[in-house]
């Protein structure tokens, strides 16, 4: 099966093609959100040509950061995906709007191709009551749409998937207990049961949660009102501070990536890092605790190379307080980027 991978974003979009599951193109539009979705689709469909690509076994798959309850999972793009992307729009107008042009133009460009959604949030719809409940009327949060989401679910399924595989091979037939780490520009730690998710770092926005590159993470909010009201910055320009000059950059002084920060030897960074690290330790003990105990881990996400970093200094803690299974220690890397993972879905679904 031939699969074209689509991923928008907020300037640029990204694709890969895939021919039976070998990549064979990839690249970004960039000036996507000013040119249209249809222009840029129109690119992309001459490349994927060029390759040979398109055929009448080609689908397309196309990425979705937030599909809310609506998309428990992956959906064919279709009437019935319109009307319930138009019913999540005012939870999140931006994104919602751009995913639904795209969707439309991909109808128009690959008119003979069948089209899947498929949504970051899908993983997290069936979290327990318990941890995607905030603690505030039940009227208001149903009003508002508030509960907690996890914005990494495509890399933690498909990375317990294999970790889960894993434990089966050494003979286990319960469900694996797992702590999925997806080292992305922001970072997202899972509890995950077998199939299931149980935590996730990661809130109602992707604010919440660990310090990413440029997000602040979880912080007090009476600081968010502080930046809008006495530093004079309003709700617009502390939105814009905390979530795109915080975090690893605003420690750093500059614009960081998430593995230079855990490979160098600067002082600035070393600064920085042992402030993520020690949210990642939170994080991991809260997930272990929900758990009760790890019997695997498993890294994801493009920087999931930097995994040892990160394990040298959370594991040794779960090990001390007991929560480490006996073959947890051996942590898994899950090296396929999301547009592998993406292309995947067309077979799994």
């Given at each position: 099966?031939?699969?074209?991978?689509?991923?928008?974003?907020?300037?640029?979009?990204?694709?890969?093609?895939?021919?039976?599951?070998?990549?064979?193109?990839?690249?970004?539009?960039?000036?996507?959100?000013?040119?249209?979705?249809?222009?840029?689709?129109?690119?992309?469909?001459?490349?994927?040509?060029?390759?040979?690509?398109?055929?009448?076994?080609?689908?397309?798959?196309?990425?979705?950061?937030?599909?809310?309850?609506?998309?428990?999972?992956?959906?064919?793009?279709?009437?019935?995906?319109?009307?319930?992307?138009?019913?999540?729009?005012?939870?999140?107008?931006?994104?919602?709007?751009?995913?639904?042009?795209?969707?439309?133009?991909?109808?128009?460009?690959?008119?003979?191709?069948?089209?899947?959604?498929?949504?970051?949030?899908?993983?997290?719809?069936?979290?327990?009551?318990?941890?995607?409940?905030?603690?505030?009327?039940?009227?208001?949060?149903?009003?508002?749409?508030?509960?907690?989401?996890?914005?990494?679910?495509?890399?933690?399924?498909?990375?317990?998937?294999?970790?889960?595989?894993?434990?089966?091979?050494?003979?286990?037939?319960?469900?694996?207990?797992?702590?999925?780490?997806?080292?992305?520009?922001?970072?997202?730690?899972?509890?995950?049961?077998?199939?299931?998710?149980?935590?996730?770092?990661?809130?109602?926005?992707?604010?919440?949660?660990?310090?990413?590159?440029?997000?602040?993470?979880?912080?007090?909010?009476?600081v968010a009102l502080a930046l809008a009201g006495e530093a004079g910055l309003g709700p617009e320009g502390a939105n814009a501070?905390?979530?795109?000059?915080?975090?690893?950059?605003?420690?750093?002084?500059?614009?960081?990536?998430?593995?230079?920060?855990?490979?160098?030897?600067?002082?600035?960074?070393?600064?920085?890092?042992?402030?993520?690290?020690?949210?990642?330790?939170?994080?991991?003990?809260?997930?272990?605790?929900?758990?009760?105990?790890?019997?695997?881990?498993?890294?994801?996400?493009?920087?999931?190379?930097?995994?040892?970093?990160?394990?040298?200094?959370?594991?040794?803690?779960?090990?001390?307080?007991?929560?480490?299974?006996?073959?947890?220690?051996?942590?898994?890397?899950?090296?396929?980027?999301?547009?592998?993972?993406?292309?995947?879905?067309?077979?799994?679904?």
């Open positions: 099966m031939n699969t074209l991978v689509l991923i928008p974003g907020r300037k640029s979009l990204r694709y890969a093609g895939f021919i039976a599951g070998r990549e064979t193109c990839t690249g970004t539009i960039r000036g996507f959100r000013w040119q249209g979705a249809r222009a840029a689709l129109d690119e992309v469909r001459t490349i994927a040509q060029a390759v040979g690509l398109l055929d009448d076994a080609t689908s397309v798959v196309v990425h979705g950061l937030f599909g809310g309850e609506e998309f428990p999972g992956p959906a064919a793009v279709n009437g019935d995906a319109f009307v319930r992307l138009d019913r999540i729009a005012r939870q999140s107008p931006l994104h919602v709007a751009g995913l639904t042009e795209t969707a439309h133009a991909v109808q128009e460009i690959f008119p003979r191709a069948p089209a899947r959604l498929a949504f970051e949030t899908s993983f997290f719809v069936d979290l327990p009551a318990r941890e995607r409940t905030y603690a505030m009327s039940p009227e208001l949060a149903q009003k508002l749409a508030l509960r907690r989401w996890g914005y990494h679910g495509l890399f933690h399924e498909a990375a317990s998937l294999e970790a889960g595989r894993g434990w089966r091979k050494r003979g286990f037939d319960q469900p694996a207990r797992i702590l999925s780490i997806c080292l992305e520009a922001q970072p997202e730690i899972a509890a995950v049961l077998g199939r299931r998710p149980i935590t996730v770092t990661s809130g109602a926005t992707p604010l919440e949660g660990l310090p990413g590159e440029t997000n602040s993470g979880e912080i007090d909010p009476a501070l905390l979530v795109g000059g915080s975090g690893l950059s605003g420690l750093v002084g500059h614009r960081v990536r998430l593995d230079h920060v855990l490979a160098s030897k600067r002082s600035d960074c070393v600064r920085a890092r042992d402030v993520l690290l020690y949210r990642m330790l939170l994080a991991s003990g809260t997930a272990a605790a929900a758990l009760g105990g790890v019997d695997a881990v498993v890294f994801s996400g493009r920087y999931a190379s930097c995994s040892a970093v990160v394990a040298q200094h959370v594991l040794p803690h779960l090990d001390r307080a007991g929560a480490l299974g006996p073959h947890a220690s051996e942590w898994t890397i899950f090296a396929k980027p999301l547009e592998a993972v993406l292309a995947d879905t067309t077979i799994a679904n």
